[in-house]
Nanobody
């Protein structure tokens, strides 16, 4: 099993920045991909970005490309989501996820095996 704990959410004004952290513990060996998703009230969970186990080859949803950056601290088994130029439409509960299976689509929730409990981000206008 893998346990994921997100932190770093909060209230920020539009144009501001936040950095979310996802601390992983347990059997993290064999994790292939790390992902970030978000879910706004009344909406489905949507893909934000993902990165390979090594922290390379990140890719992002068009809505956050150029503003959000995913990185990984291998030594601490922590994955980060740096969010800049935040907009009110970025308001959501942000989830970290980890995949142990190979997939052609790590932008799908079904590709992930483990999920954190989420951290809330609110962007005021």
């Amino acid at each position: 099993q893998v346990q994921l704990v997100e932190s770093g959410g909060g209230l920020v004004q539009a144009g501001g920045s936040l950095r979310l952290s996802c601390a992983a513990s347990g059997r993290t060996f064999g994790i292939i991909s790390w992902g970030w998703f978000r879910q706004a009230p009344g909406k489905e969970r949507e893909f934000v970005g993902a990165v390979s186990w090594s922290g390379s080859s990140p890719y992002y949803a068009d809505s956050v490309k150029g503003r959000f950056t995913i990185s990984r601290d291998n030594a601490k088994t922590t994955v980060y989501l740096q969010m800049n130029s935040l907009k009110p439409e970025d308001t959501a509960l942000y989830y970290c996820a980890a995949a142990r299976r190979y997939s052609s689509s790590y932008d799908l929730t079904a590709s992930y095996d483990y999920w954190g409990q989420g951290t809330r981000v609110t962007v005021s206008s």
